[in-house]
């Protein structure tokens, strides 16, 4: 007889799988809703798999977590990043790690993750259930009664690494689980803008944003898109934001630094120009290394004429350029969200759960990993690592009673 259940497929529920052993495998079933399991996995990094990040102290790595950085400490320190690179690194997965520290697999593709999961699970001898959801839990003497597609189930212990599936959150809330509501934590900013009109694609290696009305800013590679923004600073910024700027409805103001220098830089600099290179003209030659599109954009909008050599930049001007550069207003008018890659603030409340299993503290025998928690983090590869660490201390957990 089956004595464990694990509910959903995703990157948690397959790393308890893989690392339960046979002894503890051959008596689990996995029951997943779609017909392939590791979804996200198969899209995530544009179909590269961002495995996890470069960051070996675990006090360093809880501080990517807006929502669970307190709780993860331990868990890290049972299984962190080295130790997932070690682990597939031991199925013959060879990983890289780019220049940004985020982690891929060499062959850049998902597949060579999914494999190494898929095989790990099959030598368990875990039973996988595809295309057979679980649609309720509820607790009976000795365990609970899971409501599939296929039928009812009874088992002793059951792991729910649901994800965000807010269908599925009436039934723990009916076992007595608060959950916090969820709300989107990864997303783009949409904002129509003339500054930014037909300019999707260019993007800025180092750009500082700030959201002053809520004390929020994050830097990094930021990216134009036909909706607006995005890129990691923005994801960054959607991840610490997410809270606030679902509060405000996503409407609020930005404030870009295109340029990683200072509005007096730039002034500088463009002093310098109307010295140096008095006759040139300025919307033939732009100083900076973003494209010259954007650079033509910020002249056209600041009304320097075409016509217009450097020497002829006032003071003004000089300043609006500066400003424009370095204190860009531009005002947000919703979000977009990737369907593939969609991760929330949300879901069982942290204090319902004991992090040094990851066991329901009022609910023996049930466990929980992944994204059915209300822990997210950053881009970057962060998010799997909860999944993977989360999976591994639960995976640990059953082998003690089972084993």
Not at 171 to 194: A, E, M, Q, R, Y
Not at 285 to 296: C, E, I, S
Not at 383 to 399: H, P
């Amino acid at each position: 007889m089956k004595k464990i259940a694990i509910v959903g497929g995703g990157a948690a529920g397959f790393f308890v799988a893989a690392n339960l052993g046979k002894v503890v495998g051959q008596q689990t079933v996995l029951f997943e809703q779609a017909n392939l399991p590791l979804q996200k996995v198969r899209v995530s990094g544009g179909g590269r798999c961002n495995v996890t990040h470069a960051c070996f102290d675990p006090l360093d790595l809880v501080e990517f977590y807006p929502r669970g950085k307190k709780e993860l400490r331990s868990v890290f320190y049972t299984f962190q990043p080295g130790d997932t690179m070690a682990w597939f690194d031991e199925r013959n997965v060879e990983l890289k790690i780019e220049d940004d520290n985020r982690v891929f697999p060499v062959s850049d593709s998902s597949l060579s993750i999914i494999e190494a999961l898929t095989k790990a699970v099959d030598q368990n001898k875990v039973q996988l259930n595809f295309s057979d959801g679980v649609q309720d839990i509820q607790q009976v003497e000795n365990g609970y009664e899971l409501t599939t597609k296929s039928g009812k189930y009874f088992f002793e212990t059951v792991i729910i690494t649901t994800g965000s599936t807010p269908k599925f959150w009436k039934s723990l809330k009916d076992l007595g689980l608060k959950i916090v509501s969820p709300v989107p934590s990864l997303f783009t900013f949409n904002c129509k803008d003339p500054r930014i009109e037909g300019l999707m694609g260019i993007s800025f290696e180092n750009a500082a944003i700030k959201i002053n009305q809520h004390k929020l800013e994050a830097e990094g590679p930021m990216l134009i898109t036909h909706w607006g923004f995005s890129g990691p600073a923005v994801l960054r910024l959607s991840a610490w934001g997410a809270l606030r700027l679902n509060e405000c409805g996503y409407k609020f103001e930005i404030e870009i630094n295109f340029v990683s220098q200072s509005k007096e830089d730039i002034i500088a600099l463009l002093n310098n120009k109307k010295q140096q290179d008095a006759k040139k003209n300025i919307h033939k030659y732009n100083p900076f290394d973003f494209p010259k599109r954007f650079w033509l954009s910020i002249l056209q909008y600041c009304q320097i004429g075409e016509q217009k050599v450097y020497a002829d930049l006032s003071k003004k001007q000089i300043e609006a350029v500066a400003i424009e550069l370095t204190q860009g207003n531009y005002s947000v008018h919703g979000k977009s969200t990737f369907k593939d890659e969609f991760v929330t603030a949300g879901g069982v409340d942290l204090k319902e759960i004991d992090f040094q299993s990851m066991q329901a503290k009022k609910l023996p025998h049930l466990f929980f990993a992944g994204e059915v928690l209300n822990i997210d983090a950053i881009t970057g590869g962060f998010n799997f690592q909860a999944c993977w660490s989360e999976g591994y201390v639960i995976s640990e957990k059953l082998k003690d009673i089972y084993q």
